[in-house]
């Protein structure tokens, strides 16, 4: 089950005001704990006693990217496919930390899930980056507060607040005939009430997908269109609220003539936070997510030289739930606690049609789930000495599946079992400030990971591979430890994290008994280990000159299983060795030129590792220069070199990197009104 409220996130850290307290037996200010929600700066994330990073809107907005994907393969410990999402359906949009590879990493938007209903992969697409203001990378697993999902690591990815009355435009063009175009307006009604609308658009006509493309392959263009409102508002000092809508149209092309993918999402979030008094917060979130996806699956021959449309599929899924959490910052040895409840309820269907090449429905089916998950949890930081904290949490989860069927027009129907689990994950975590500029941290966690509707009960085929669904899965349970040493200074800041995660009933593709190899199936097949060493640096070398760093060793490896040909293969979408290096330059008159690289070595999509996606060195290109005070000109250039790599989804399923991106564009930033009040 998944943590809802950011709130709890924000502050297990004790803010440096509030530290101050806890040696002066000052009690701390209910506000502290907000203003760190907003405005986390370098000194506080390094308090942490757990390993984050931060990135913020002037990184965001300077770094040679166009989606959030693309802006997130630098930072040590994420791991993703090797395609970018402006160019990939939701089916591949997958992503996890600490070399776990599938999608075992909670992503989430304001606090609240982003994880597609039915695939339980993560809708990029529907977040530009230009409305971000902050992302937040929290590695390791987190499950003692967030519950499942949150195996390898959190991201959570904050909008900007509604501070002023503002216009912000920002359009571009580049290769491919790629479009963008983003238009926010801000209105500071009164001092406590706010709010904005916003539609971004981005097309493409896209590049050729596979690297041996035949007659039915063309560029696999991307046509989305995302529209957001939002309302905050602070009755009083001690109250805040909001509500945010957003509706997304994303269509997709697969790569052929005749394969798509369609989707509409409609979201909307609600919460509120009131001061107590006594230094305690109480704080609730609201959510609903509806989601229609259609996909067409073709069957391509041999040559690439004609396909068909073998599968036709509908897949309305939804997805509700909310959150209550409680907690107080307070003087003392304890200096922090917390408490909570969460729900969310998912539902999903797929009609699905299958043709043959002559364009006749051979069978039609309705597939049918539902997922139910709930916890409870409990933080509280202790401070037995100035320089230790001490942070524990645990949470219990309950989560069910039921109501699945498949039913087959004029043919049986298959009901499948219910099924209920439940999961105690607890967290400790510590940090010992060594001496003015160095710490130490660690942790020891228990997460888990539930297996998506589609891994329960949907068959499909790619080319020649029939995966078949299996009801019986069971939750991945993960059992993981780390130790990091930091330091800090004005001009430096330096981390190095290692870690070690052992899952068990490790859920991975493998033949089934009886059946050609070509017929497949996920199991919980036995054991996986992960182990590694994350690394980063940022430096500032001068008023101009600046430089990050990150490095990634990832050991993985299945230790057990009953298929003795999988022992020993290193886990899917998780490279080797990752590492980036970017150095930015800041001249006169506002004037930014960014440069960013990474290496990564080669990787594999599936557990057989039978085809490796090619080792690769990519650098990006960002220059930016203000004209005005309010307008600003930039040219982004991806993969500058021109480097062809590909990202394998099977043993015979390819998908080609982001090839040479040229893009130039405006922005404008036009102050309409003045500031909001901020209490």
């Not at 395609?83 to 599938?102: I, K, N, P, W, Y």
């Not at 509706?247 to 509120?272: M, N």
Request: hydrophobic share 40%.
């Amino acid at each position: 089950m998944r943590r809802f409220a950011l709130p709890l996130l924000i502050c297990i850290a004790v803010p440096a005001a509030a530290s101050d307290a806890v040696a002066t037996k000052e009690k701390p200010k209910v506000e502290e704990t907000i203003v760190v929600t907003a405005t986390r700066s370098e000194r506080a994330v390094s308090e942490l006693p757990i390993s984050t990073t931060v990135l913020r809107e002037a990184e965001i907005k300077a770094t040679p990217a166009i989606t959030i994907d693309d802006l997130l393969r630098t930072i040590p410990g994420v791991h993703m496919p090797l395609s970018s999402t402006a160019s990939t359906t939701v089916q591949s949009q997958r992503f996890s930390m600490h070399g776990l590879g599938g999608t075992r990493a909670l992503v989430l938007l304001d606090g609240v899930p982003m994880h597609d209903p039915f695939y339980g992969t993560i809708e990029w697409q529907k977040v530009p980056l230009d409305s971000l203001r902050q992302i937040e990378v929290v590695r390791g697993g987190n499950a003692s507060l967030f519950g499942n999902f949150a195996l390898g690591g959190t991201i959570n990815l904050l909008t900007r607040p509604v501070d002023q009355s503002e216009l912000r435009l920002d359009t571009s063009y580049g290769s491919n005939a790629t479009q963008r175009i983003g238009l926010t307006v801000d209105q500071a009604v009164t001092e406590r009430f706010g709010l904005r609308l916003s539609h971004h658009r981005f097309n493409s006509d896209g590049t050729i997908r596979i690297p041996t493309p035949g007659l039915v392959d063309v560029p696999g263009w991307n046509d989305t269109a995302i529209t957001n409102a939002r309302a905050e508002y602070r009755p009083s000092d001690r109250t805040s609220a909001f509500l945010r809508a957003s509706k997304s149209q994303i269509d997709v092309s697969q790569g052929t003539v005749l394969s798509q993918v369609k989707r509409g999402i409609f979201d909307v979030s609600a919460g509120a936070q009131h001061a107590l008094g006594r230094g305690s917060l109480l704080s609730t979130t609201l959510f609903h997510q509806d989601e229609k996806l259609r996909i067409a699956n073709t069957t391509v021959t041999t040559t690439r030289s004609s396909e068909f449309i073998s599968t036709s599929s509908r897949i309305p899924g939804n997805n509700s739930g909310g959150s209550l959490e409680w907690s107080m910052q307070r003087s003392g040895a304890v200096s922090f606690i917390a408490a909570g409840v969460d729900v969310q309820d998912t539902e999903a269907t797929e009609y699905a049609d299958s043709l043959n090449r002559n364009a006749v429905v051979t069978q039609r089916d309705a597939l049918t789930g539902h997922q139910r998950f709930a916890g409870v949890f409990a933080q509280a930081s202790w401070h037995p000495t100035a320089r230790l904290e001490i942070l524990t949490s645990a949470r219990l989860d309950s989560f069910t599946n039921d109501r699945a069927a498949d039913v087959i027009e004029g043919g049986a129907t298959i009901t499948y079992p219910s099924t209920k689990s439940t999961q105690l994950d607890p967290r400790v975590s510590f940090r010992y400030a060594v001496g003015e500029h160095s710490a130490l941290r660690g942790a020891a966690y228990r997460a888990f990971k539930a297996p998506t509707l589609r891994e329960l009960y949907r068959n499909t085929q790619s080319g020649s591979t029939l995966l078949l669904a299996n009801p019986n899965l069971e939750p991945e349970t993960l059992v993981g430890a780390e130790l990091g040493v930091e330091w800090a200074a004005a001009r430096t800041h330096l981390e190095i994290n290692a870690y070690r995660n052992d899952i068990d009933g490790l859920q991975v593709r493998a033949q089934v008994p009886g059946q050609p190899p070509n017929v497949v199936k996920n199991f919980n097949l036995g054991t996986g280990r992960s182990q590694g060493v994350e690394a980063s640096a940022d430096v500032a070398l001068s008023s101009r000159f600046s430089l990050k760093a990150g490095y990634t060793f990832a050991d993985t490896k299945i230790t057990e299983s009953p298929d003795l040909t999988l022992l020993g293969k290193q886990f899917p979408d998780a490279a080797r060795h990752i590492g980036s290096l970017a150095v930015r330059y800041r001249g006169d008159g506002g004037t930014m030129v960014d440069l960013r690289g990474r290496t990564v070595s080669r990787s594999y999509g599936e557990p057989a590792n039978v085809v490796a996606a090619p080792a690769h060195r990519i650098l990006d290109i960002a220059v930016s220069q203000p004209v005005r005070s309010w307008i600003e000109v930039y040219a982004l250039l991806e993969n500058a070199f021109d480097v062809h790599y590909f990202y394998v989804l099977t043993a015979t399923s390819f998908r080609n990197g982001q090839p040479r991106t040229f893009t130039g564009g405006v922005r404008l930033h036009v102050p309409t009104g003045s500031a909001r009040r901020n209490p």
